[in-house]
């Protein structure tokens, strides 16, 4: 029986928070040896590193699986098993994927930039393009949640939308009754496609008072 070889490259976080491979491949070595990586954490345990995020959120939504299931809630061998409605499992195995992307977008927003903590409450901030505070808006699939998690503040509950309309679909029904003000409509080409896609559609302009 031939088995393949591998080659195990150990890493270490060093002081400025990166990771540094202890044992670091030769520059001659032409060996076509998987290397499997790997960082040491204290107690002498090692886990995988994934090269990507996609591999990551695939193989946490694999153990985070491990844990579900749609029946009763109980304790096996030591490890909570979590019982989930069976109403919601379709809900719940079309969403993992999404909320466990969220769970890691959590990690890297700053609070008083990308967010605020109003209140007692998690509130988003629109700080990339107009810095306003979104008072009445909630983050999705699970976004608002696990914030709200970070910085321990009350859980709100999730809300799933049911029903959707697209925009193009919100013209075709009221097209003469919609009235709505755009600062992002400036020259005559971006106008001309407007018209074309929703049919109907006038435009005009708006003088700015300074």
């Avoid at 400025?16 to 001659?28: I, Q, Y």
């Avoid at 914030?147 to 013209?171: A, G, H, P, Q, R």
Wanted: proline share 2%; net charge neutral.
């Amino acid at each position: 029986m031939k088995y393949s070889t591998h080659r195990f490259a150990l890493h270490v976080q060093n002081d400025a928070g990166t990771l540094e491979e202890l044992n670091p491949r030769s520059p001659v070595d032409n060996s076509e040896r998987f290397q499997v990586p790997l960082v040491y954490i204290k107690g002498a345990i090692c886990r995988y590193i994934y090269n990507d995020g996609e591999s990551l959120i695939s193989a946490v939504e694999e153990t985070v699986k491990g844990f579900m299931q749609f029946e009763k809630c109980a304790v096996t061998g030591g490890a909570t098993v979590c019982q989930l409605p069976r109403f919601l499992a379709q809900l719940v195995k079309s969403k993992l994927k999404s909320w466990i992307n969220h769970a890691f977008i959590a990690q890297t927003l700053t609070i008083d930039e990308d967010y605020i903590v109003e209140q007692g409450r998690v509130v988003p901030v629109d700080y990339r393009y107009t810095g306003v505070v979104e008072s009445y808006m909630e983050l999705s699939d699970g976004l608002q949640q696990f914030l709200e998690m970070d910085n321990w503040t009350k859980i709100s509950n999730m809300t799933v939308i049911t029903n959707f309309m697209s925009n193009y679909c919100l013209f075709q029904k009221y097209s003469t009754q919609i009235y709505g003000v755009s600062g992002t409509l400036g020259n005559q080409s971006e106008r001309a496609v407007f018209r074309r896609l929703y049919n109907g559609v006038k435009t005009c302009d708006i003088l700015c008072l300074n």
